[in-house]
């Protein structure tokens, strides 16, 4: 993977998956500009590996436009998006429900991933296309028991993955998601004695198959990741159509 004169910008790119796929980005070539809400951490990746810092609550659409245009900014183009960050939920979201971590998690989770690739697509655009990963999770392609909102909101970014994904390749923009299983990151860390022995991910485990999949990754795939297994694409089964196999109509929704 040859990134010379490319700009990444990463979310969430101060620690763990989006510190190892920052490192594997610049280590290509790439001048890599980290937005995290954690200035410190961000700012100390950054310098490490000669790139840029932007403080981004990545839950506020213009913050995320502002991260965009930082990116462009300071090398006149953006060539990759990771849009990594992510929260945990800590609580099920069922039986019990604190509105404001609901709120916390969706915007973290989602919103950001929808704000992230409206913000990057024109960035995209005037560079000639380029390559957007969202980070979902296993938990995105099968249910997590006892943490449904973490599950709901990595299914929605699959779902827009896979939307999206087609919907730009024609421009030249390959829109992905990586979605991995438990990974030995500071998201789970106050988990970690309840794993035992099961087997975990790393957080270069999961940046070795970004990189797989900026090489790799067709329009909307989403890629799982577990131990001892080499990443691919998930194949997701199709759904039953009607009856005599007419495919569906092109359909261009507008607002009524």
């Known amino acids: 993977m040859d990134l010379t004169d490319r700009t990444a910008l990463i979310t969430g790119g101060a620690s763990g998956i989006g510190a190892a796929a920052a490192r594997r980005l610049a280590a290509a070539g790439a001048t890599v500009v980290i937005a995290d809400r954690d200035e410190t951490g961000a700012k100390a990746v950054a310098d490490e590996l000669g790139g840029l810092a932007v403080a981004t609550d990545v839950t506020d659409p213009e913050a995320m436009q502002a991260a965009v245009a930082a990116a462009e900014e300071h090398t006149g183009r953006l060539d990759v998006v990771l ?24 915007g973290v989770n989602f919103d950001h991933v929808v704000f992230g690739l409206n ?19 296993l938990a995105g392609i099968v249910a997590l028991p006892g943490d449904a909102l973490y599950t709901a909101t990595k299914h929605a970014v699959v ?15 390959t829109v992905n998601a990586v979605c991995p299983g438990f990974a030995d990151t500071p998201l789970i860390a106050h988990l970690k004695e309840q794993f035992g022995e099961f087997p975990l991910l790393t957080a270069e485990d999961v940046a070795s198959a970004i990189e797989l999949i900026m090489e790799r990754g067709e329009p909307g795939d989403c890629w799982y990741v577990q131990p001892g297994r080499e990443p691919a694409p998930y194949g997701f089964r199709g759904v039953p159509g009607p009856k005599g196999g007419t495919p569906p109509p092109p359909v261009e929704w507008t607002e009524h």
């Open 83 to 106: 849009l990594n960050a992510g929260v945990t939920g800590g609580q099920t979201g069922v039986t019990d429900l604190d509105l404001e971590g609901y709120r916390r998690i969706v």
């Open 119 to 137: 913000a990057a697509v024109p960035a995209l655009r005037r560079a000639g296309g380029g390559r957007v990963i969202a980070t979902a999770s």
């Open 159 to 173: 779902g827009y993955v896979r939307s999206a994904g087609p919907a730009l390749a024609p421009e030249g923009i």
